[in-house]
């Protein structure tokens, strides 16, 4: 959302955050309860909105970090109200009016474009030399030390998350950048800073999915991810920090989707052992309601099988059988452990399930057939490969 010229219908409708206030918000624009709206600065709007029993209400609007925020004099304190969407939708429909054609917002985008084509090495120079003759550069230079401090990142952080709520796509997508760069700069960071940080991504992460559980957060994630592998050693040595990381972790590969959860799954087995948290994260697990997720069972099940707990093992696994590797894994687990009978089961289950998706199942079964003397059954078996 870089400006209100560029302002889109959908994004109104994103911003509403619900049907309901949408729809009073178009039905007091269109009953013309919209008064003296007015664009007071290029990223800044004013409206007067008559509510009910004649009342009106004063509307701001404005842009910030590429953002749309606002604020209504109404008592509504449960987000977005109907009259901040009446406002914008008035705008939208009378800003080539109210702006004489010309959007003030024209050198901004502009000058935001030419920004993103210039080396950072160069920028710097340049802000550089400029603040040494340019005292209101300077000022802004310091505001901006002071904003970016280590121990001023997360803070940072949950306002970009917050921004997300109700950003446009586009929106969403340079939240997300910023948020992502960020996590980058923090790798240089001391690991107490670092792993405030990290915790805040994660937390903020988690409270995203549970607005938004069709949201994607895969760039954040594997940020997020490298961060904390990063400190790893240090952030171990914090047994109050580790046990936090883990269990956030864990509630996150339960939310994600199939692109974050591979990048969850090597990173959670990969710090539990680091951390001698396996059990924990198994404990974390299992109390979970896991249904028919076999995504997650498949991760209890290589977790208890780290962990030496067999028995769990094989009962998450039988839950999370899903591919041919899955079965053949299982398969020659029963044969490494000395049950032949149950793995005859699973190759059998496995070959009825996949058919002539799982030709090395298929094999290690005829194989098992002819050693227990089964040859014809073996040479049916493979007959039909």
Same mark, same amino acid.
């Given at each position: ?27 007091? @624009? ?16 004013? %409206? ?18 590429? !953002? ?61 030399? +400029? ?45 997300? +950048? ?7 700069? %923090? ?63 864990? !509630?996150?590969?339960? #939310? ?10 090597? &990173? ?28 997650? @069972? &498949?991760?209890? %099940? ?22 041919? !590797? ?17 793995? #005859? ?10 058919? %002539? ?11 098992? @057939? ?16």
């Amino acid at each position: 959302m870089p400006d209100f010229w560029t302002l889109s219908h959908r994004d109104v409708e994103w911003y509403a955050g619900s049907e309901a206030i949408l729809e009073r918000g178009r039905s007091y @624009y269109r009953s013309g309860r919209v008064r003296e709206l007015r664009l007071v600065a290029a990223d800044r709007l004013q %409206a007067r909105v008559r509510g009910q029993q004649e009342r009106a209400y004063r509307v701001e609007l404005w842009i910030e970090d590429q !953002e749309l925020y606002s604020h209504c004099s109404c008592p509504y304190s449960w987000g977005v109200c109907k009259h901040v969407v009446a406002a914008l939708l008035a705008w939208l429909d009378q800003r080539e009016e109210i702006g004489h054609g010309r959007p003030p917002s024209d050198r901004a985008t502009t000058l935001a474009t030419w920004l993103e084509t210039i080396p950072p090495d160069i920028l710097r120079d340049v802000l550089q030399e +400029e603040s040494r003759t340019n005292s209101a550069v300077e000022e802004a230079l310091h505001r901006w030390r002071e904003a970016l401090r280590p121990e001023s990142l997360p803070a940072r952080i949950a306002h970009l998350f917050r921004g997300m709520l109700r950003a446009s796509q586009e929106g969403l997508r340079r939240q997300q +950048e910023r948020i992502v760069h960020l996590l980058i700069w %923090a790798k240089t960071f001391e690991p107490t800073p670092a792993a405030a940080i990290a915790r805040e991504t994660l937390q903020r992460a988690l409270e995203w999915h549970r607005h938004r559980p069709d949201a994607e957060l895969t760039p954040i994630i594997a940020r997020a991810l490298e961060l904390i592998e990063h400190h790893a050693e240090a952030f171990g040595r914090n047994p109050k920090l580790a046990t936090s990381l883990v269990r956030a972790l864990t !509630e996150l590969f339960f #939310m994600a989707r199939a692109p974050a959860r591979a990048l969850l799954e090597p &990173a959670l087995l990969k710090l539990t052992e680091c951390w001698d948290r396996r059990a924990e994260a198994i404990t974390l697990l299992k109390e979970q309601w896991l249904g028919s997720d076999t995504g997650a @069972y &498949a991760l209890l %099940a290589r977790l208890c099988r780290l962990e030496g707990r067999i028995e769990e093992y094989e009962a998450a696994r039988q839950k999370s059988l899903v591919s041919a !590797e899955d079965y053949v894994e299982l398969f020659d687990h029963y044969l490494a452990t000395n049950y032949p009978d149950r793995a #005859m089961r699973v190759g059998e289950q496995g070959i009825k399930k996949l058919g %002539a998706k799982a030709p090395r199942l298929r094999q290690r079964l005829a194989a098992l @057939y002819q050693e227990w003397g089964e040859t014809a059954r073996a040479q049916r078996l493979l007959r039909r490969t």
